[in-house]
């Protein structure tokens, strides 16, 4: 079942029936929100920064607790009422499964994605950063959503319920049918190219050469390629007071952080710039394609645009495929 869906903020106020509504919000700096009464989605062009705060809370208070002797601690599990996640792209849509494998053993995780309906976007252009390409992941695929909107011939959107969730969700749609309308055409542009076969063999072949003081050299941790990133993954837990309250909660960290394998003896392996770069690139491109056979990448490129100081993670696979070889 298929319906032609003219503007976006039109179908975010009938699925704001069905539950609460997050997508891709703002103009100058898109970031995925929840979107209030008439706010549109803004589908543009790809967000950026990815919609991981949807599905894993930057932080989550996740125990509460008052300062006296008897205090009871009462815990807050994730918010798992019906909700709808518009304008997932593919490159974020196949990002979600990194999540699903690494947090499959959580029973919280797996009850707010059975609570979660996606209404995804088919790209309808290449954009200049991505390489989602490069990495298996086609940027017209709907692999993954409820439901899909492709930019339409003459404007607006071909909605299409593809899963049982899906056709559930859109149940009492009042759009029209789609009958003969057509996508309109997918737009090529230029993008970086990753021969992204061999990679990880190449890279683990790379886990003591000097060549990542090359690659570590214009990095300054400022984490934001982890941030913004749809497959990172990793949190602290920490407690914390506020006056006569206080919390533990579970906060996003990054591996490009000096603090974040610093060890209680004082001692931290990844003391230097070069070592915690190349545990990021080792982790998606070496570490978790070993135990899961993919790549931990959707090739969004979000760390391509984000990075204040122009680092672009194809030329340092690139670079470091090309060394494993000499």
Known sequence: MSWIVKDASELVEFL???????????DDRIVFDELGNGA????????????RNVFQPMTHYYLRFEDRPDTEVSFRDYDTTPRVVVGLRPCDVAALTVHDTVFAESGSYRALRDATAIVGLVCPAREEACFCDSVGVD????DGMDAALTVAVGGGYVLAALTDKGRTLMSGAPFPESGDATAADFREADHPVLAAEGVPEALGRLREMEIWDEIGFACVNCRVCT????????????????????GRAAVWDSCQSKSFTKEASGHNPRATKPARVRQRILHKYAYYPEVEGALMCGGCGRCIKGCPTGRNIVEELTLLKGGAAT
């Open 16 to 26: 704001r029936t069905k539950g609460g509504v997050y997508g891709p919000a703002g």
């Open 40 to 51: 549109p989605p803004n589908l543009s062009r790809l967000s950026d920064v990815s919609a």
């Open 139 to 142: 940027p017209r695929s709907t």
């Open 227 to 246: 941030y913004v990133c749809p497959t990172c993954h990793c949190f602290t837990v920490t407690d914390e007071v506020f006056g006569t309250e206080g």
